[in-house]
């Protein structure tokens, strides 16, 4: 069964400082990775989408990096700010003939940025 | 500007009584999706549109139907809402399978 577990859970963490969330999965087989920020009461936004030959991405303070062989994924936040404060979704897309249940999402890291 | 738009974005209904929720979309994407949302959870996919052509998933209670007459609008239906189908729905489209999603804001549903 294709899983993506993040962690932490929930992270809290000063204004300023840097952070890194956690990806494991077991999809297969792997067509592309991504990361969504969801606001509390809006819908997610794309960060940031990798494919298998690539390792490492990144959107301004954003930086995702990939690990295919140990399907592992890491979204590193630099300077964290208050607006970073937000759910961070790891999803994992499978190549499934094109049907859209080759995604799988994981449930989120609940990120509190402290002033 | 928004380019997924979904209203209302607070619905409250009864139980039971029918309730629909609507999505539309500036970015002429050919895919447009439904999920259900909880709590502290991931999004859970109902189901998608490819153009016109509908994809339910194996789980999604039959109480839950969608529309798609254009290109630009989707609608969700819920036939007879339980206490159990309160959650936040998001629509989301892209362009093909296997592209970013583009998700809009949402609509909380409210069963009283």
């Known amino acids: 069964k294709n899983q993506v577990e993040q962690s932490p859970q929930s992270l809290i963490i000063l204004e300023g400082k840097n952070c890194t969330l956690q990806?494991?999965?077991?999809?297969?087989?792997?067509?592309?990775l991504r990361w969504y920020k969801q606001d509390t009461g809006r819908g997610p936004v794309s960060l940031t989408i990798?494919?298998?030959?690539?390792n490492t991405k990144s959107n301004g303070r954003y930086t995702a990096t990939l690990d295919a062989d140990t399907k592992q994924s890491s979204l590193h936040i630099t300077a964290s700010q208050l607006s970073d404060s937000a759910s961070y979704i790891c999803?994992?897309?499978?190549?499934?003939?094109?049907?859209?249940?080759?995604?799988?999402f994981g449930k989120g890291t609940h990120l509190i940025i402290q002033p | 500007d928004a380019m997924v738009i979904q209203n209302p974005r607070y619905q409250v209904t009864q139980f039971g009584k029918p309730v629909t929720l609507s999505c539309s979309q500036t970015?002429?994407?050919?895919?447009m999706y439904w999920y259900q949302q909880k709590s502290s959870q991931a999004p859970k996919l109902l189901f998608h549109y490819y153009d016109k052509d509908f994809n339910n998933e194996a789980d999604t209670p039959d109480n839950f139907q969608s529309r798609r007459p254009n290109t630009s609008f989707c609608f969700l239906d819920i036939r007879s809402p339980g206490l159990g189908d309160a959650a936040m729905y998001l629509c989301?489209?892209?362009?093909?399978?296997?592209?970013?999603?583009?998700f809009g804001d949402g609509t909380r549903l409210s069963i009283l």
């Open positions: 990806c494991n999965y077991t999809v297969s087989p792997f067509s592309n």
């Open positions: 999803v994992v897309s499978a190549h499934s003939g094109g049907g859209a249940d080759g995604l799988t």
């Open positions: 990798m494919t298998f030959s690539e």
């Open positions: 989301a489209t892209n362009r093909d399978l296997n592209q970013p999603q583009h």
């Open positions: 970015l002429n994407h050919n895919v």
